[in-house]
């Protein structure tokens, strides 16, 4: 199992930082091998990526979200294992630090090569700033949504 943690600090509000991150469609705008992400229903989205030249299906169902503070998630359906969770911490009323943590199984031989020189770490780093690029640029989100989805 890969594991990668990253923070990054952007300069908007909580609020539009855990917004724009529940806008799930966004994902490849900032998101490296991200093709599409296809929400399904409030809690469950449809991925499609593409890792070492291999294109993955996947569906996603949150397991625990709550407005401005986190989303995490994991992989229901498909034919990768994946799971993450997000965290939106108040640095001041303009400044957010948001800290993704991803969890998944590299298959076959090029995924857990890439795995053991680094590619996921440095693929979540990217993604942290491009994120940070991507909200900071608009300023405001693309959407969002403030449901509460407790842990079970």
Do not use: C
Not at 49 to 69: C, K, L, N
Not at 116 to 133: H, P, S, T, Y
């Amino acid at each position: 199992m890969s594991n990668v943690t990253e923070s990054v600090d952007v300069e908007v509000p909580v609020k539009v930082a855990y917004d724009q991150w529940t806008q799930f469609e966004s994902f490849p705008h900032f998101m490296e091998g991200v093709e599409s992400v296809t929400q399904v229903t409030d809690t469950r989205n449809h991925w499609v990526v593409e890792v070492g030249g291999a294109t993955r299906e996947f569906d996603t169902e949150i397991s625990e979200q709550h407005p401005e503070e986190r989303v995490a998630w994991t992989t229901v359906e498909g034919d990768t294992k994946h799971a993450g969770v997000v965290t939106f911490h108040k640095l001041s009323d303009t400044t957010t630090r948001v800290t993704i943590q991803m969890d998944w199984d590299p298959e076959g031989l090029l995924e857990k090569a890439g795995a053991l020189v680094g590619v996921d770490d440095r693929r979540v780093k990217g993604d942290a700033k491009r994120f940070k690029e991507f909200i900071e640029a608009r300023e405001v989100p693309t959407g969002g949504w403030e449901g509460d989805v407790p842990r079970d």
